[in-house]
């Protein structure tokens, strides 16, 4: 008996799967950008992280670099290193 979907066309679902999720992260200004947004473009933050980088964001005036990020809680410098090409600082907030 025949399987009902050959094993290599669910490894090759499973691969698109895998790479599409991994592969969709895209430039983000943290310096205007809501939490939403963050989250989606951002690997590796999350909703509650997103919100924490905009809050901290409002109290205390635009990020001047990437680097800036490791001031919120939770936010490493490896989250920092996999997002830095896709990190965009924009034009820094007057405060």
């Known amino acids: 008996m025949r399987p009902l979907f050959p094993i290599a066309v669910v490894a090759s679902l499973l ?14 200004d943290i310096n205007h950008a809501d939490a939403a947004t963050i989250a989606k473009e951002l690997q590796g933050i999350g909703p509650v992280h997103a919100q924490a ?4 964001r409002e109290k205390h005036g635009a990020f001047k670099n990437a680097d800036e990020l490791s001031k919120i809680k939770g936010v490493g410098t490896k989250v920092i290193e996999k997002n830095r090409a896709n990190i965009r600082i ?3 907030a007057k405060k």
């Open 90 to 92: 924009g034009e820094l």
């Open 53 to 56: 980088i905009v809050e901290y």
């Open 15 to 28: 691969a698109s799967a895998l790479v599409t999720s991994i592969s969709w992260a895209g430039p983000v």
